[in-house]
């Protein structure tokens, strides 16, 4: 496959586009600007097919866009992909905006020009990479605010027979390691058969933490639940969201 037919059939494929420096310089192996490029056309004479740069929309992602884990994971499998070759060039610009693109490489030609297909009928490069990205993703902000917002929510579900007892069951929450309640939350959403957490568009993750108290018989229930991961509570047997489900 030549640079030509290359970059033909990158422009025909949906969801992909390609695009020049500005200034002429030589694209391949470089790092960019989003304005420091501009849009190319495969039919223009002057259009040195060599020096095109092809990006496609799941290869891209930014703080204030539409993107999830999808796009994410996409680009770190694909820079893993191609770690060897010359076909890789990267582009950026604010607010967290970053993206992977090729230029011609005779070499990978025709693997990139496979990838960016099966991308326009499946938006993922790897499904095991997709799903390490979420979770990466749902750890950070768990630890970062996550945690915090969970243990909030258990305390205002909960009804207090004085103010001594919720500022124990406070302190006891604030206790409590991250990690052990996103043990729980993640448990909660599993037992009653659906996900409660998803990052939404520019990467951010969401929390819903009103269905799965609800559907676990409310703060009592899981802050029970709590106490006997950390024996202090009463002894259900073995440590599962389910018997609190079936009261």
Known sequence: MDAQEFVELAEETPGCAIWETRD???????SFQWRELQKADSRDPDTDPTQVVVTCNVLA????????AVERSNVKAVEEMFDE????????????????GFVYDPEVAEEVIEL???????????DEA???????????????????????????????DSDA???????????????????A???????????????????????DFEEPLRRAGGGEAVYEWLLERKGLG??????????????
């Open 130 to 160: 997709h799903s390490e990205m979420e979770m990466e993703m749902f750890e950070e902000a768990w630890n970062n605010f996550g945690a915090s917002e969970f243990g909030d929510a258990v305390l205002r579900d909960m009804e207090h």
């Open 234 to 247: 009463g002894n259900h047997g073995e440590w599962d969201v389910k018997h609190l489900l079936k009261r």
């Open 24 to 30: 002429g310089e030589p694209a391949a192996g470089g």
């Open 85 to 100: 070759s010359e076909a890789l060039v990267w582009m950026s610009h604010g607010h967290g905006s970053y993206a992977v």
């Open 116 to 126: 960016l297909g099966a991308l326009s009928d499946y938006p993922l490069v790897d």
């Open 185 to 207: 939350y993640d448990t909660l959403g599993e037992a009653w058969g659906t996900g409660c957490m998803m990052v939404e568009g520019g990467g951010t993750v969401h929390f």
């Open 165 to 183: 007892a919720e500022y124990a069951a406070e302190d006891f929450l604030g206790d409590i390691d991250p990690q052990t309640l996103f043990e």
């Open 61 to 68: 992602y930014g703080d204030y866009d539409n993107s999830t």
